[in-house]
C-alpha cells in the first residue's frame, strides 16, 4: 500500500539525494501528442525546499519535457531505489524552465556542481503530490559510474556550437510544441 507525504521531510530529502537516477514524465494538452519519460543522471535532483525540486537541463536531441512544461506545467518526476531497501516515489506538480535570462537561474545554478557547458536551462517543480510506493518489482543496479560523452561533446561543440545545436535541433517538439529558444 502506498504513503502519502505532506511535505520532502530530512529523511525524503536524504533518500533523494542519494538516487543516482530518476525519470521525468509529461504530456502536451489534449487527446493528440505523445507522451514523454525521460531518464536523468549525471545531475542530482536537488531539494529546495519541503514542495520544490529542481535539477539542470542538459543539451540534448529532444526537447519533449521543456515543450509540455511550457504548453501546460504538468509532470511527475519518479524516483526507484535501484539499491538498498526497495522503494518508489513519485513527485506530482507544476514545473517551470528556468532559463539563463531568468532572474533566478544564478540563484538556483548555484545549487548544482559541475560545469556550466550544456547547461540549457533549470527545471524547477513545485510539488503538490508525494507518493511513496513498496519497489517491489525493482531490480537491483550496480551503479558502475557516470558516462563522460557528454563533456567531450561539450567540449568539442564549444559555446557557440552548442547554441547553434539548440537552436537547430531544439526549436520544436516531436508534436510541434515551442522548445527553444525562447
Not at 542519494?18 to 531518464?39: E, I, K, L, W, Y
Request: charged share 25%; hydrophobic share 35%; aromatic share 6%.
Amino acid at each position: 500500500m502506498g504513503k502519502l507525504h505532506a511535505a520532502i521531510d530530512d529523511d525524503l530529502r536524504a533518500w533523494i539525494g542519494a538516487q543516482r537516477m530518476f525519470f521525468v514524465a509529461t504530456a502536451p494538452s489534449g487527446d493528440g501528442g505523445h507522451v514523454n519519460c525521460s531518464p536523468k543522471g549525471g545531475d542530482p535532483l536537488v531539494v529546495l525546499g519541503p514542495h520544490e525540486v529542481a535539477w539542470l537541463d542538459r543539451v540534448g536531441s529532444g526537447i519533449e519535457t521543456i515543450a509540455h512544461l511550457r504548453q501546460n506545467g504538468r509532470i511527475c518526476v519518479m524516483l526507484c531505489a535501484f539499491e538498498g531497501a526497495p522503494r518508489i516515489v513519485r513527485l506530482h506538480g507544476r514545473g517551470e524552465v528556468v532559463t539563463k535570462q531568468h532572474a533566478r537561474f544564478a540563484e538556483l545554478r548555484a545549487r548544482f556542481p559541475g560545469r556550466e557547458l550544456g547547461t540549457r536551462s533549470i527545471v524547477r517543480v513545485d510539488v503538490t503530490r508525494i507518493g511513496d510506493s513498496c519497489g517491489f518489482g525493482v531490480p537491483l543496479y550496480r551503479h558502475e559510474g557516470g558516462r563522460d560523452q557528454m563533456g567531450k561533446w561539450c567540449d568539442k561543440k564549444g559555446a557557440a556550437g552548442i547554441d547553434s545545436y539548440v537552436r537547430e535541433k531544439n526549436g520544436l517538439s516531436i508534436d510541434g510544441l515551442p522548445g527553444f529558444p525562447d
